[in-house]
Nanobody, 123 residues
Framework: QVQLVESGGGLVQAGGSLRLSCAASGRTFSCYAMGWFRQAPGKEREFVGAINWTGDSTYYADAVKGRFTISRDNAKNTVYLQMNSLKPEDTAVYYC????????????????WGQGTQVTVSS
């Protein structure tokens, strides 16, 4: 089992920044790839970004490319999502996810989910 706990969400004005963290515990070696997803009210959960085990390969949804950066610190079992130039349409609950490969994660093949953290961007 793997437990994922997100933190860092909150309320920010448009154009501002937030950094989300996801702390993993348990059988973390099974989390070869980590990802972030988000779900806005009335919408389906969508892929935001993913990172491989070594951190040298990252993937992003077009909607966040150039504004969001995903990184990981394996010594701390933590994954981060740096969000810059935030827009009101970024408002959502953000979920951390663990999977067996980056392509698997991108396609929604998730073994473990976090509980989510709310990000609200005001205009």
């Amino acid at each position: 089992q793997v437990q994922l706990v997100e933190s860092g969400g909150g309320l920010v004005q448009a154009g501002g920044s937030l950094r989300l963290s996801c702390a993993a515990s348990g059988r973390t070696f099974s989390c070869y790839a980590m990802g972030w997803f988000r779900q806005a009210p009335g919408k389906e959960r969508e892929f935001v970004g993913a990172i491989n085990w070594t951190g040298d390969s990252t993937y992003y949804a077009d909607a966040v490319k150039g504004r969001f950066t995903i990184s990981r610190d394996n010594a701390k079992n933590t994954v981060y999502l740096q969000m810059n130039s935030l827009k009101p349409e970024d408002t959502a609950v953000y979920y951390c996810a663990c999977g067996r490969g980056t392509r698997v994660v991108i396609n929604g093949g998730i073994d473990y989910w976090g509980q989510g953290t709310q990000v609200t961007v005001s205009s």
